[in-house]
């Protein structure tokens, strides 16, 4: 019976789980705020939060967990990809832990446990399903034929979804991180109000910076008519934006389960927090007859829990890595 602690620190949550025989006993995640500031995360201030908030973070997980420091059996960590500072005081704290206390390391890619999220728990999808993982840094439809058996079969060519979200919602003025923000108003606006482009991309692959641009300009032309355009209709221009970015997404999604004719459909990353997507994948999954997967929100946006259960099936497998690994700011699956 595995205890694993797992540290998660690729971008600007600072994440600590403790999971026993792949049971889910705690989930501590730090968020820093210090970003807002400056409309994005800023690298260098987020590896010196992270470095305030590991050993916090940790005791809190076992604290949480009521897991002894001593009873850990591995520590997993995210090796990549992410912010490498980031990146390198997780498995800096992870590499020291597992020296101090000669415990096993496990090296974890961030966008496969995105995808593994969907085995805590018990309603687990079945081999092989599709999972869309969608974060700030990714777009990706995953083809997952087993655990650590994953292949991208589309991705985006340019903006990911919720880089999407964040600077649509910078036209419009709103802090950062404005992909919460676009889904809070959008529940108050209609959809239909406003219609923007969806981009004619070949195959599985994705586009979003004709969305962005075709959206800056019908900001900039509206605003000349009426410099109150987006305080005025600021709900509509949400809920028509959240539905275009959704409607991109699910439409590429259809065509891949049908491709590869799976029926298991999930969803992972930030944005599958989104509500018009998630109803949205709800009512394809219902109208094709296919099962929907959509992970707790706690799941959805950056956590050390996804690394804690893919950490323990790495561990199961006998997977682990050695003191000498490094972080990796690109980390193919
Ligand atoms: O997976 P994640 O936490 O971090 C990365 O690895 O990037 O994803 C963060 C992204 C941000 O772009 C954020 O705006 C978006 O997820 N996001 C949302 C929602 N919650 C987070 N986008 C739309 N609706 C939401 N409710
Ligand atoms: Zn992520």
Partial sequence: MPVILAIESSCDETSAAICADGVMLSNVIANQTIHEAYGGVVPELASRVHQQNIVPAVQQALLNAKVNKNDIDAVAFTRGPGLLGSLLVGVSFAKAFALAKNLPLIEVNHMQAHVLAHFIGDNKPRFPFLCLTVSGGHTQIVLVKDYFDMEVIGQTLDDAAGEAMDKTSKILGLPY????????????????????????????????SGLKTSILYFIRDNTARNPDFVQENLNDICASVEKRIATILLNKLEKAALEYNIQDIALAGGVSANTGLRLGLQALCAKRGWNAFIPKMEYCTDNAAMIA???????????????????????PF
């Fill in 177 to 208: 991180p404005g992909g919460p923000l676009i889904d809070k108003y959008a529940r108050l606006g209609n959809a239909d109000a406003y219609k923007f482009p969806e981009p004619q991309i070949p195959g599985l692959d994705f586009s979003f």
């Fill in 309 to 331: 259960i893919a950490g323990y099936h790495k561990y199961l497998k006998g997977d682990f890595i050695g003191q000498d690994v490094a972080p990796l700011a690109r980390m």
